[in-house]
C-alpha cells in the first residue's frame, strides 16, 4: 500500500509504503473503533499516540448514551402536541382578553354616565396586559 | 475495499511535520498496540463528550418541558377565570344599559 501525503498547495510530496498485510491490520482496528481511513491515517501521521491506561470500557458508555437518546426521543415526542395545545390555549387566552378589555371600555363608560363608582380591574387588566403581549413564538 | 494508493492532502505545517518525522512515523505503522489504545481513547473522549452533551440537551429539554406543563396549568386556569369575567361584565353592562334605558325615560317624562 502506498500512502501519498501532499501539502493544500505545491507539488511535493511524501510516500509511505507499507505492506498490504500490515495496512489491511491497521484498516480492521480503525474499523473496531470507527474510525475512517483518512481520519486514522491522520493519527498515525500527525495526531500521535496517546499514552492511554484505563480499563474502562466503552459498552458501558454507549449503553448509557443509547439509553439518554431513548428518553431524549420520547421528550421529543411529547413536546410537540403540548406545544400545540398551549399555543391554542393562550391564542384562546388572548381572544378573551380582547373581548373582555373592551367590556371593560363599556363598564368604565356607562358606570360614568350613571354616577357609580368605578370597579377595580387591577387583576383582570394584568391579565389582559399578559395576553396581549403573548407572542406566539416564545 | 482494495486501495492501491491512498492521497492525503494536509496543511504546509502538518506536511513540513511530517516530512521532518518520517521516519519515526514509519514505525507508528507498526506499533499496532500503541495504535488501538489511541484508537480507544479517543473513542472513550468522543463517546463521554457526546454523552455530556445530550445529558445537557435532555436536561434543557426537561426544564423546558415542565415550564410548558406549568403554562398550560396556568392558561387553563386563567380561561376558565377569563371566561368567567367576560360573562359578570357582559351581565352587569346589559344591567347597566337597561338601567341607562331607564333613566334616560324617567328624563324624558320629566321634560
Known sequence: ?????KPEVG??????KIPDNQFGKIKKLGGKYGFRIDKLLRIILIGGFIDYQDNSNFQDLEREIESLERKLYELEGKWSPLKFRTYYLAMDDQNLAIQISGLIAENKRLRKILGKPERDYSKIEELIHYYMGFDSRE | MLYLEIELRVSQEEFKQIKQNKKEIEKRFYRLDELENTLKALKLRYLSKHRDRLKKK?????HNYEDLLNFEKRAMDDKEFLLKIRHQLSKENYELRQQLEVNSYENRDKT
Open chain 2, 58 to 62: 435532555l436536561d434543557e429539554m426537561e
Open chain 1, 1 to 5: 500500500m502506498k500512502i501519498v501525503i
Open chain 1, 11 to 16: 507539488w511535493k510530496k511524501v510516500v509511505f
